[in-house]
Structure formats: C-alpha cells, structure tokens
C-alpha cells in the first residue's frame, strides 16, 4: 500500500493522536507512527476542569471527554503551611488512565480517516509536512534551546490506607513534592519530586524514603512501598529542527506541578493542525507557518515556567533547602523600560503581509514582522498594530501616545485602557523601544 499522505505524524501519544485527529478532520491524508513505546508518568494523570473551554473551542470535548472519566478524587494540597487546603466545591477535572486514553484518542483518529503503523512507511512524499510527536523521546541527544532546573519524577506504588482512597494531593517537604493518587479502588500511587544533582549526592532510594517519612498527609503512609520507575521530568524547550514541526512535549516539557502536560499537548494539536491546513493550501507559507508554530510553542512554555516558579516561591517553608534554592534560581523576570521615557517602533520592525492566525486558519493579511524574533503580526488582541505603531511614529511616553490613541478611529472603540495593555504587550515583546535606544543603535 503507498503511503501518499500530506502529513506525517511521528508519535501517537496525546499531541500526535490529536492532531492526526484534528488534520483529518480538515480534510487532509494523514499517516501516524506509533511503535507502542509510551513511558507513563503512573497509572492515572489528572486535567483540571478549566481545560475543557479549551478543548470545546478546538472542538475535541467529546472525544477527550468519552476516552476519560470524571475525576472522582477529592483533591488537597499542603503547600506553604503543613495543613492540607481541600478543593471542595470546584468542578470535578478528568482522570486520564493514560495508555488507554491514548489508544482511544488513536481509534478516534483511525475513524476519521487516518491511518496508524507501528513503523516508519519507506515512500513518504518528499511534500508531506512532517510532525514530530515523540514526546520526551524527541528531546535525546540535543540540547535544549532553554531548560528549568533539574526535576526527577519517582514513581511509588502501594496499597493505599483506607483513611486516603479517593483522594489526591499535593505536599511540598524539604526535599521536593509529592504527587499521590490514591483512588478509591486500584493501587495508590505517589510521583515523588526530586532535584537530580541532590538525588545523585544523597541517593535516591534513601531521598525517596526520606520525604515519604518527612510527609503528613497520604503519602506518608506509602512509606515502604515499591519504587516502580524514575522518569526525567526537567522543563526542557527543545531547538526547532528545519523542515519538521514539533508539538507536545517533543517541543517542550513542562513542570509536571500544574498538571497540564495533557493540556498544553492538545492545544498544540490544535495548533499545528492549524498549521496543516494552511501549508497544504500554500506550500510556500510552511517555513514561516513552522516558525510561528515552534514560537507558539516556546511562549506556551515560557509561561509555564512563570507559573511554576511562582508556585515554587510561595512555598516558603523550606527556601533554605537545596531543592527549594533550585527553584529560585530560574527565569528572571525581564525588567520592564520606563514607560515615562519616550519610546519609538523598533528598527527591526517592517510591513509585510503578515501569516496570522485569524480563528480556526491561518491567513495573510497586511501586518508586520519583527525581524529579530520572525514575528508576524497584524494586530494586538482586537486593535490593529497598524494603528497602535503610528502612536509612536514621533518618540512619545506611553501616557501620551496612548491619549493620542484618543483621536484615532481605529483605536477608540476599545477603553483607553486596552490601548495601554497592547503597548505594554508591544513593549515587553521588544516591538516598542525607548527611543535614546533606537538613537544609539543607528
Ligand atoms: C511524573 C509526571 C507526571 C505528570 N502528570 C501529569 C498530569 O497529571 N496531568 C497532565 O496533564 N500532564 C502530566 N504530565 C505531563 C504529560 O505526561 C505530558 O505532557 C504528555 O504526555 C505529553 O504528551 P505528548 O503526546 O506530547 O507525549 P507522550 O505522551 O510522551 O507521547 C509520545 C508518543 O511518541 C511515541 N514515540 C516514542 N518514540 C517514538 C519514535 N521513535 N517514533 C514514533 N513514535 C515514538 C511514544 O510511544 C508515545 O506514544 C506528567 C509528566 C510527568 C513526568
């Protein structure tokens, strides 16, 4: 059987299966590669609820929602203070039992029309788009363009204490945290959370042992229990590769803090299906689509990472601890130019036609590109970048351009203040420059 297709998917876990998914649902041929080499991080990974406007937006809900079941777990937390924090009274998120979502997301792409081997096909057409989903496995032997601290995950099963099943939760101890599931039937499980320096000098069975005993709530009493496996679970963003679009976690891993690995992978199917559709229509657009996507990517990762350091610093417990310290250390903050100051477009601005995603595609339409990062634009949220550039035709402080926003009919159908937010957003993004910069560059 030939192999024509116009994209091939390598890896069929979360981000590969959906977005074979969601490019067949576009009408495309679609060939996806699964050897059956899934490492999961336990038996169960958990989404939270607010993932679901998502997953209806990219219209996936159902899907998703038929392969998972209704997280029956009461969920807590012991983080900054020793007492547990019950979220009681929120909705209900999914409990994915992960090989088995996986496959069923893989039968819903199969009935969409895309076809699953377990090999790579020898006849690929030279034109076919080729995605690269293989997950942590895309990551061995590069280095990463940027990476958080080192985080090992430890998987421990055992019987659960029957005072625990059918609860979930999350504690922070001098060492790292603790992820335990203990559902009210099955194994408890628990992912133990270690720095892997710290893991290396202190071993890690004895640093495992000793933050199961040094806990308070569930997972003390997995004290004991069998150590199953140990996966990396480091926040990575991997470098682009020409020619090949990474999505999920083979363009980036995330703290495993917030639980939205399974999140993040499908909007990214989301995305590249996007991507898909609009390089199969315009084959000269796909190395300006690929760049926007692996920019997509490395945004969603950056904020990631802003938040975990966040919750990282709100535990305040153990900051003297050499976990704790490790955490700390990680993505600073850019401080933001005085916005008091004149500012002026950067020099590295220019019109183009821009590629922009505009809803569900991607179209060109009159914009700007930011040569020092690729970036295409043609507006800001709702306001035209057009409009919100011209504010600073002349160096202006931000104050008075966006007052000068005032006169413009472009820009005042949306509050003053909306104006403000995108110049700020142009600001941080290197868009908008203090204008003795631009002087001392020329
Ligand atoms: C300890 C831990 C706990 C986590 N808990 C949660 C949680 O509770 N909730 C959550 O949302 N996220 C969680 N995550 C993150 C989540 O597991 C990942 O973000 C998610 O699995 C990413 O999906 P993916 O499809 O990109 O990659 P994967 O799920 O890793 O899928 C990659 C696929 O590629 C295939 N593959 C491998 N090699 C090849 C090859 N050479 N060719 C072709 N295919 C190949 C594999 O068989 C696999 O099916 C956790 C992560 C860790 C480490």
Redesign the pocket.
């Known amino acids: 059987m030939s192999t024509q297709c116009d994209v091939l998917v390598?890896?069929?876990?979360?981000?590969?299966a959906a977005a074979a998914l969601l490019c067949a649902r576009r009408g495309l041929a679609v060939t996806l590669?699964?050897?059956?080499?899934?490492?999961?991080?336990?038996p169960?990974?958990?989404?939270v609820a607010s993932a679901e406007r998502m997953l209806q937006r990219i219209g996936i809900a159902d899907v998703v929602v038929a392969a998972a079941r209704r997280d029956p777990m009461r969920h807590g937390a012991a983080w900054g203070a020793p007492e547990f924090v019950w979220r009681d009274g929120e909705p209900p998120g999914l409990l994915?039992a992960?090989g088995a979502f996986?496959a069923a997301l893989r039968a819903a792409a199969v009935a969409a029309g895309v076809r699953v081997l377990r090999r790579?096909p020898a006849d690929v057409p030279a034109s076919a788009l080729q995605f690269d989903?293989?997950?942590?496995?895309a990551h061995s032997g590069a280095a990463p363009v940027e990476r958080g601290p080192s985080l090992l995950?430890v998987?421990v099963v055992g019987a659960p204490h029957a005072g625990d099943a059918g609860t979930a939760t999350v504690e922070a101890t001098a060492d790292g945290w603790i992820?335990t599931h203990a559902p009210d039937r099955a194994h408890a499980g628990a992912?133990v959370f270690v720095d892997g320096a710290h893991a290396r000098r202190a071993g890690l069975s004895h640093l495992v042992a000793r933050q199961l005993a040094a806990a308070t709530g569930p997972a003390r009493r997995l004290h004991g229990a069998r150590i199953q496996h140990a996966?990396d679970?480091t926040a990575r963003l991997a470098a682009p590769v020409a020619g090949v679009l990474r999505?999920?976690?083979?363009a980036g891993?995330?703290d495993?803090l917030a639980?939205?690995?399974?999140?993040?992978?499908l909007a990214a199917a989301d995305h590249a299906a996007a991507v898909a559709a609009a390089a199969v229509a315009q084959p000269a657009w796909r190395e300006r689509l690929y760049a926007a996507h692996a920019r997509w990517e490395a945004g969603l990762w950056r904020a990631h990472g802003a938040t975990a350091q966040a919750w990282y610093e709100r535990e305040g417990r153990f900051a003297e601890q050499p976990f704790w310290v490790g955490r700390r250390r990680d993505l600073p903050t850019p401080a933001l130019p005085a916005v008091d100051a004149p500012l002026t477009v950067a020099p590295a601005v220019r019109a183009i036609t821009a590629l922009v995603r505009a809803g569900a595609d991607f179209v060109a339409q009159p914009g700007f590109v930011h040569d020092g990062t690729g970036e295409e634009r043609s507006h800001v949220g709702f306001l035209p970048l057009a409009a919100l550039l011209s504010l600073f035709a002349s160096p202006a402080p931000l104050a008075a351009a966006v007052a000068r926003g005032g006169a413009d009919a472009r820009l005042f159908v949306l509050p003053p203040r909306a104006v403000h937010a995108a110049c700020l957003d142009l600001l941080r993004s290197g868009w908008l420059i203090p204008a003795v910069n631009a002087a001392g560059n020329r």
């Open positions: 390598r890896g069929g876990g979360v981000a590969g590669v699964e050897p059956g080499r899934s490492a999961f991080s336990g169960f990974e958990t989404m994915l992960r996986d790579e989903a293989r997950g942590r496995a995950a998987t992820w992912a996966t679970a999505l999920g976690d083979a891993t995330i495993p639980s939205q690995g399974v999140e993040k992978a």
